[in-house]
């Protein structure tokens, strides 16, 4: 006979969102992580705080031995944010205001696109679900760009976000943040590390006209069957 499923034998899932920048990433994976006690971790955050990170050492993206001797001197941990992981750089968790600046915003294409950076940053992404297990979170759903292709290929869920460019620069401005996001997009697609783009497998799903409700309705669903079947 099938033991019935308890939250001790429910399977750890791990739920992988990418997608360009104002595509329903965050809302989405913040929606999934509250529906089933995930961690949620926004990897565009660390990119973020690493950037702000150099910006204050003085290393500039196009001077690749200044990066990598501040990359060396940056201590990074993992601090929780509610049900959010947050960076913190040597002991100091990374200010969200500090991270949503126009100078982060136009800096942190260029360092991704840095081949050494994005590896110092893998194996701290990757330990994120020990941090998840460490505090009881029934999983993961982690946001970026290169999450179901590079982080976890073999995530249990890859969903890829897209939309129309022009509602994507309304759903900025609604924000009310200043965001070259048609700029990022075409650093973040075209450079040679990791690029973004919908990973083979994945689900693709364009947010342009359905609500964050749908998107999310059609994740949870696919996370219940899986947990339901196990
Ligand atoms: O998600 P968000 O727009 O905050 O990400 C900021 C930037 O971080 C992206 O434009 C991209 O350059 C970089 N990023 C990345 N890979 C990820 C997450 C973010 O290159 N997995």
Known sequence: MTPPVTAASAPFLIVAIDGGAASGKSSSSRLISERFNFLHVDTGSFYRALTAGLLRAGAAPTDLATVQTALAALRLGTALNGRSAQMEISGQPVADAEIRTSAVNAAVSHFAAIPQLRAALLAYQRGQADVARAHGFCGLVMEGRDIGSVIFPDADFRFFLHADPVERAR????????????????????????????????????????????????????????????
């Open 171 to 230: 759903r900025r401005a609604n924000e009310g943040q200043q965001d070259s996001i048609v700029e990022r997009d075409r650093l973040d697609s075209s450079r040679k590390t990791a690029p973004l783009a919908c990973p083979v497998g994945a689900t693709s799903i364009d947010t342009t006209h359905i609500g964050l409700a749908q998107v999310v309705a059609l994740m949870a669903a696919a996370i219940a069957t899986k947990l339901a079947a196990a």
